[in-house]
């Protein structure tokens, strides 16, 4: 249906703005949160491998030392 008059269109885009603002906020409500907390899941999982890598490469830096010195 296309609006005839001012008004109708005035009530058109009225209700297409009251369902944008339903849609912003239920991005916000859900999917916003899942994704928060999914990263900062994801952040304490990569700080772990970090530190794994960390320690591989300091007894790898050791034992290059210690046949050296040696």
């Known amino acids: ?3 005839k008059t001012t008004r109708e269109h ?3 885009l009225h209700g297409h ?3 944008l ?3 912003i906020s239920n991005i ?3 999917h916003l949160k899942h994704m928060c907390a999914e990263i ?3 952040g304490g999982k990569v700080e772990k491998i970090y530190w794994v890598l960390l320690a591989m490469v300091g007894a790898v ?3 290059l030392m ?3 010195i040696l």
Do not use: H, R
């Open 1 to 3: 249906m296309v609006p």
């Open 10 to 12: 005035i009530l058109s």
């Open 17 to 19: 703005v009251t369902g």
């Open 21 to 23: 603002k339903k849609d």
């Open 28 to 30: 916000k409500t859900n």
């Open 40 to 42: 900062k899941g994801l």
């Open 61 to 63: 830096a050791l034992q």
């Open 66 to 68: 210690d046949k050296f």
